[in-house]
């Protein structure tokens, strides 16, 4: 097993994000082992509406291919890192939810009530529909665009595979997407007994209930669905 001062943590976000988690675990003493579950391609946005009010972010991801002509549109973003990365991206006027898709909604519902905005929202190929519905039950008019599509890794990365044989501390999971990947290549790789030693840390419900099926010591969910209270978790 790793020595506790120098304990293994794996990480499952894609890259970017899972460089910059990296080195705040690295910064806790502890060692990341950035094993990305989820591989990220731009896709061709499309012609946008020819009014916008406001682009609304889930995901850091869906600046993916926002043309410079939009970045004096408001920003809503689901995040404080998402919204920091808006903001070096060009965007100037960007306001963060700090939490979840619920907050999200809830914070747009309260900033432009009674407007009745035209809505961008960049997301994945394939969700955000859920968002989209609600904000349209609000009255708003929501243009949802697919930037970008993850796809799950068949096979578990050499590091992962080393360091589940070697001994984790804990493995992070930034979704429920990212939960899913992990949990159906640990069975193809036949290391579902390599679980049980080790911390899942989930960051929010959807991603601990797509981790169960594994026999970890335990599965821990963040208080808020952000990085920090995904770290905390480790401390």
């Not at 994000?17 to 082992?33: I, N, Q």
């Not at 100037?92 to 747009?108: I, K, N, P």
């Amino acid at each position: 097993m790793s020595s506790p001062e120098r304990a293994a943590i794996l990480i499952t976000r894609p890259s970017p994000g899972a460089e910059e988690t990296a080195s705040r675990v690295a910064g806790l003493g502890l060692r990341p082992v950035v094993a990305p579950m989820l591989s990220i391609r731009a896709l061709p946005i499309g012609r946008l509406p020819a009014r916008v009010d406001a682009v609304l972010l889930t995901s850091r991801n869906g600046l993916l291919g926002l043309p410079a002509s939009l970045h004096a549109t408001p920003l809503f973003a689901v995040g404080a890192a998402t919204a920091a990365l808006a903001r070096a991206q060009g965007f100037a006027t960007v306001h963060s939810a700090d939490a979840d898709g619920a907050a999200l909604r809830a914070l747009v519902r309260a900033s432009v009530a009674g407007l009745r905005p035209v809505l961008l929202l960049p997301t994945a190929r394939g969700q955000g529909a859920a968002l989209a519905a609600g904000l349209r039950a609000d009255g708003f008019a929501v243009h949802r665009r697919a930037v970008y599509e993850s796809r799950p890794a068949r096979s578990l990365p050499t590091g992962a595979r080393t360091a589940l044989v070697d001994g984790l501390r804990a493995a992070l999971f930034f979704s429920a997407e990212t939960a899913r990947a992990f949990v159906a290549a640990v069975r193809r790789a036949g290391l579902v007994d390599a679980t049980r030693d080790v911390d899942a840390c989930a960051i929010g419900a959807a991603a601990a209930v797509a981790l169960e099926t594994l026999p970890w010591r335990r599965v821990r969910v963040a208080l808020r669905p952000t990085q920090d209270e995904l770290l905390a978790l480790l401390r």
